[in-house]
């Protein structure tokens, strides 16, 4: 029986998951007794480190937490899990850590892209049992904006570079940590786990362990979801965002088997939106939240999930916020949510009022799961115009000129799935997005989507230019040379596709083998 330390503030389905997959059972702490009394006790930190402490300390469980790590008793911490362990952080000063190892938490201060999001690897600095059964050469998932600095190095188990180097996981005796998510690493991910999970067996130093590591660019499958005309939820697909043919809904194939599929086939996240969901209410729409149940449960990669984010009331009056949408979701096995069209009325609000509310959708959830949880979907449209000052968006100068031989174009928000076009540029709506907390922009292009003729690299230049969170590029993927232009023309960290996938034309597989001597992958 494993002991899960659950203080209430994020997704710890997926560890739980993971962790029954692996044939072990769960119970959650419910109150001090049961941190003492653990065999193995597992503590995937998720939210932000004050609020963490905070609850820690309210709920009485921080000393039976010192006393357990005291004790050398089986620990395993995940991220903020680890982050616990230290004295104090940036993210927080003033509040108390458990002090388990000296040292302290810090922000990445650095010229790439905050969060570190994404597949990175591990330098091995010193043998341990959690390796058993790993090359070496593995790459994990890590999603965070600080890394711990331990006062010295002796319980430094790795290291990982995203421009610095910084202890990755630590060991002390039965106690380890890792910043990585094992349970969202695939199957390296779940080897680490099981060497946990499995008491004794030796110290090993894993063969092809790295000097220094790289961040892998990532390749993410996208489904979008609605129902078809007979109530059947399908992966659907659209061109240019119709995704009806002949009158019907495209169908393409059910959720939970396709993304089972590309998850099998090296899918580095998957990412469901529910494209009908501005009209639907996602909490009545059940459906959704059981795909992305069962999909969690044997789906060890990073899950996204987007489609009627934002506050509702339903018929009998009861109000609903985002915020309550968005934890149903990660309850369920979500690991970010994305927000498409609230997203755009909330930026035109800031931009009226000039002032931040605190009370978004978006700064809400950034606040309560951390800002790497918040991801914004934009479904920008070219416009073209003769001159940039022409309009008062940010404009570019295209390569392909419109149809009247215009040189420039800005790119127009869309809500409702592309039906409404807004006054809104697309480079303003991620800059504004960014500063009310977002962590990441999936950037689709409606003129794009579903034509095979490979991403918009305007497009994703200029936002990519405009933030310094994360972008995925999206929309246009035709073969696996359009992932490396997108990958060697923009700084897009990582690239999104759908239709491919869905037809089977290029496999995941395909583009990975083309790409893995060109681009750092996850192989
Ligand atoms: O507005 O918060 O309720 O969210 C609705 C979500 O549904 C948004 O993220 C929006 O992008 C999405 N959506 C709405 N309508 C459509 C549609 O297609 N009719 N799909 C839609 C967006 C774009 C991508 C697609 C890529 C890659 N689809 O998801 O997967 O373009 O396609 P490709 O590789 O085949 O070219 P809200």
Redesign the pocket.
């Known amino acids: 029986m494993i002991t899960l330390l659950d203080y209430g503030a994020g997704n710890v389905r997926s560890v739980v998951n993971a962790i029954e997959s692996l044939g072990e059972q769960v119970r959650t702490v419910t109150d001090g007794e049961d941190i003492l009394s653990a065999d193995k006790l597992v503590f995937p930190g998720v939210g932000a480190f004050g609020n963490m402490m905070k609850i820690l300390n309210e709920k009485n469980y921080a000393e039976p937490l010192r006393a357990y790590l005291n004790a050398d008793r089986p620990f395993l911490g995940i991220c903020l899990g680890l982050q616990a362990l230290f004295e104090e952080s940036e993210e927080a000063p003033g509040v108390r850590g458990l002090g388990f190892i000296p040292g302290s938490v810090r922000r990445f201060d650095i010229d790439l892209s905050v969060p570190h999001i994404g597949w990175n690897g591990l330098s091995v600095r010193q043998p341990s049992r959690i390796f058993n059964g790993l090359r070496g050469d593995e790459k994990f998932y890590f999603v965070h904006s600080y890394y711990v600095a331990p006062a010295d190095d002796s319980a430094v188990l790795t290291t990982t570079d995203y421009g610095c180097t910084f202890a990755s996981s630590i060991q002390k005796g039965n106690v380890i940590a890792t910043q990585f998510h094992p349970e969202k690493s695939g199957r390296a991910g779940l080897q680490v786990l099981k060497n946990f999970l499995e008491s004794g067996g030796d110290a090993v130093r894993p063969p092809h362990s790295p000097e220094k590591t790289v961040l892998a660019k990532r390749i993410i499958a996208?489904l979008?979801v609605r129902s078809d005309d007979r109530g059947d939820l399908v992966v659907t697909?659209?061109d240019q965002?119709?995704?009806r043919e002949s009158g019907d809904v495209r169908n393409l194939g059910k959720p939970v088997d396709l993304a089972r599929r590309y998850y099998e086939e090296g899918a580095d996240e998957v990412t469901f939106?529910?494209?009908t969901?501005?009209r639907d209410f996602p909490l009545e729409d059940m459906p959704m939240i059981s795909v992305l149940r069962q999909t969690s449960r044997n789906v060890f990669v990073p899950l996204t999930i987007?489609?009627?984010?934002?506050d509702y009331t339903d018929k009998d009056g009861r109000k609903y916020s985002a915020l309550d949408v968005a934890a149903e979701y990660f309850r369920s096995g979500a690991d970010k949510v994305?927000?498409?069209?609230?997203a755009v009325l909330i930026v035109e609000e800031y931009l009226k009022t000039g002032q931040m509310t605190g009370r978004s959708a978006i700064e809400e959830i950034a606040r309560v799961y951390g800002n790497q949880a918040v991801v914004i979907?934009v479904?920008p449209r070219r416009v073209y115009v003769s001159t940039p000052e022409d309009v008062k968006h940010n404009v570019i100068e295209t390569a392909t000129p419109g149809p009247g031989g215009e040189k420039y174009c800005w790119y127009q928000c869309t809500?409702?799935?592309?039906r409404e076009g807004r006054d809104l540029d697309a480079v303003t709506l991620a800059r504004v997005c960014e500063k009310l907390g977002a962590g990441e922009i999936?950037l689709?292009?409606i003129d794009?989507?579903?034509?095979n003729s490979g991403f918009d690299l305007e497009l994703i230049n200029a936002v990519r230019g405009a933030v310094t969170i994360p972008v995925i590029a999206?929309?246009?993927?035709g073969c696996a040379e359009h992932f490396h232009e997108v990958f060697s023309r923009t700084d897009a960290e990582s690239a999104?596709?759908?239709?491919?996938f869905h037809r089977q034309e290029v496999p995941i597989r395909d583009v990975k083998n083309y790409l893995k001597d060109r681009v750092e992958i996850r192989v």
């Open positions: 996208c979008d697909k659209g965002y119709d995704v939106l529910n494209i969901g501005f987007g489609g009627g984010i934002r994305s927000i498409g069209s609230d979907s479904d809500i409702r799935g592309g999936l689709n292009c794009k989507d579903g034509t999206s929309s246009g993927a999104l596709a759908a239709g491919i």
